[in-house]
């Protein structure tokens, strides 16, 4: 049974960092691939960034483009995002997605309960 579990969110003002870590139990972290996404109440979930184990590449949002940095503990199996700098429209609730690649768009497999960040201004 896979279970993929975010933790690490908090509340922080802006411009300052936070970790957020993934933990996924009962799948292969060297075949598949991850994305973080964010949702606030009544906007489209947004996918922010991607580590795809296939290639090696990873992807990131326009909007956190040089502050944030995914990467992946394949020892550990863990899943990080590192986001530096961070702005009040960050705020949201952070999910962990893992599904085998090449991925879907959006439709992931497997998915974490989620993980609040909040920025304050």
């Known amino acids: 049974q896979v279970q993929v579990a975010e933790s690490g969110g908090d509340s922080v003002q802006a411009g300052g960092s936070l970790r957020l870590s993934c933990a996924a139990s009962?799948?292969?972290?060297?075949?598949?691939?991850f994305t973080w996404f964010r949702q606030t109440p009544g906007r489209e979930r947004e996918g922010v960034a991607a580590?795809?184990?296939?290639?090696?590449?990873?992807y990131y949002a326009d909007s956190v483009k040089g502050r944030f940095t995914i990467s992946k503990d394949n020892a550990r199996n863990i899943l990080y995002l590192q986001m530096n700098n961070m702005k009040p429209e960050d705020t949201a609730t952070y999910f962990c997605?893992?599904?085998?690649?090449?991925?879907?768009?959006?439709?992931?497999?497997?998915w974490g309960q989620g993980t609040q960040v909040t920025v304050s201004s």
């Open positions: 580590f795809f184990t296939d290639d090696g590449s990873t």
């Open positions: 009962g799948l292969a972290y060297a075949s598949n691939c």
């Open positions: 997605a893992a599904d085998v690649c090449p991925p879907p768009t959006t439709d992931y497999e497997f």
